[in-house]
């Protein structure tokens, strides 16, 4: 298999979620929420239409906030943002 092709369907198939939650500390929530779909533009995908994921977890997000004004939800939005691209795989450290 192409390194490209492994490439796509790592971005397209496989949601990760991290002990650390890996957030970008300079981007917003929704910023945050928006970066693995920006990957996507084949599909059309945005964090706005990954909205409903989140709030199907039963959590509502301050998306203007940034990851340090956040207390517990970090490991939230790390997990949203692994299912903003519909995955058939997600794998989470621990």
Known sequence: MSESRRTEIHRSQIGFVFQ?????DDLTV???LETPSSTRASRGRSARAGWPTCSTA?????????PNQLSGG???????????????????DE
């Open 74 to 92: 970090e490991q939230l939005v790390g997990v949203a943002r692994a299912l903003i691209i519909e995955p058939r795989i997600i794998l989470a």
């Open 20 to 24: 650390n939650y890996h957030l970008i």
């Open 30 to 32: 929704y910023e945050n």
């Open 58 to 66: 039963s959590t509502w997000w301050p998306q203007d906030l940034f």
